[in-house]
Structures are given as structure tokens and as C-alpha cells.
């Protein structure tokens, strides 16, 4: 059974260019032998990361996730069975959200400040998949 999942979490440290470049090396080499895909995005000391595969594998990547010390306030924000994979071309993507416009932003929240946790799942998941098609995705692949 496929399933996606979407969480947010909050950097504990100011996450670099080479941490993120370290966590996307990890997953594109990870993800594939457990079946999982996805998009990561990272602003303002923010992740929001969807995860799609196998409700076994997915489940304990997010839990692995949710224990990382380098993370914290770690939220779920939505959880659900698909039919198919929205990410499927990537074992870990990267979306450029330095070339996102604002205005994609405040079309679901009260301020051009990229906040999950002030919205809900469902918003989060439109204004997601909104940012991918947006932003230029990194790190096909």
C-alpha cells in the first residue's frame, strides 16, 4: 500500500548549504532500496518534506526523521493511502525556494513567510505541491 506523508520541522542549528547537500546525498542513496520518494523544501531554518512509498517504509523514515537531533517541533501534517506517487521521478528532490514568488505563498497563508505550522495539512499539501511546480526542483534523481 502507497502512502504520503508531509511533516514540518524547525533546523535546531542554522542548517547550511552543505548540510542540505549532506541530507539530499543520504536520501538519494537511502531512498531507492526502501521504495521511498519525495521533495524536500528548506526556508527560513524550515523543512517541509513529503515521503512517498510503502506505509512500512515511510512510517519508519518519518520516525527516524522525527529523532534526529538536528531537528525539532517536528509536526505531521498529513497522512494518507494513494493510488500513485505525486513525486515518483525523485528518490529526493530539492525544491529552490529562493526562486519562488511570494505571491504563491500568500495565496494560503496571512503572511509571504513560508509557515506550516500556521495552516492546515490540506493547505500545506495545495501550497506544496504549488512550490514544486513553481520553483525549480534540484537533485532529480
Given at each position: 500500500?502507497?502512502?504520503?506523508?508531509?511533516?514540518?520541522?524547525?533546523?535546531?542549528?542554522?542548517?547550511?548549504?552543505?548540510?542540505?547537500?549532506?541530507?539530499?546525498q543520504q536520501s538519494k542513496k537511502?531512498?531507492?532500496?526502501?521504495?521511498?520518494?519525495?521533495?524536500?523544501?528548506?526556508?527560513?531554518?524550515?523543512?517541509?518534506?513529503?515521503?512517498?512509498?510503502?506505509?512500512?517504509?515511510?512510517?519508519?523514515?518519518?520516525?527516524?526523521?522525527?529523532?534526529?537531533?538536528?531537528?525539532?517541533?517536528?509536526?505531521?501534517?498529513?497522512?494518507?493511502?494513494?493510488?500513485?506517487?505525486?513525486?515518483?521521478?525523485?528518490?529526493?528532490?530539492?525544491?529552490?525556494?529562493?526562486?519562488?514568488?511570494?505571491?504563491?505563498?500568500?495565496?494560503?497563508?496571512e503572511t509571504a513567510e513560508l509557515?506550516?505550522?500556521?495552516?492546515?495539512?490540506?493547505?500545506?499539501?495545495?501550497?506544496?505541491?504549488?512550490?514544486?511546480?513553481?520553483a525549480a526542483v534540484l537533485g532529480?534523481?
Open positions: 500500500m502507497l502512502v504520503r506523508l508531509m511533516y514540518a520541522s524547525r533546523a535546531v542549528d542554522t542548517a547550511s548549504e552543505a548540510d542540505m547537500a549532506l541530507i539530499l537511502n531512498n531507492p532500496g526502501v521504495g521511498v520518494t519525495g521533495v524536500l523544501c528548506f526556508s527560513a531554518g524550515i523543512f517541509l518534506q513529503v515521503l512517498e512509498g510503502g506505509r512500512n517504509a515511510v512510517s519508519a523514515l518519518y520516525n527516524k526523521i522525527a529523532a534526529d537531533p538536528r531537528h525539532k517541533d517536528v509536526v505531521l501534517l498529513r497522512y494518507e493511502e494513494i493510488d500513485e506517487r505525486s513525486f515518483g521521478g525523485w528518490s529526493m528532490g530539492q525544491a529552490n525556494l529562493s526562486r519562488l514568488n511570494p505571491a504563491v505563498v500568500i495565496k494560503y497563508s509557515d506550516p505550522y500556521s495552516v492546515s495539512g490540506k493547505v500545506s499539501m495545495a501550497l506544496f505541491h504549488e512550490m514544486v511546480a513553481s532529480k534523481g
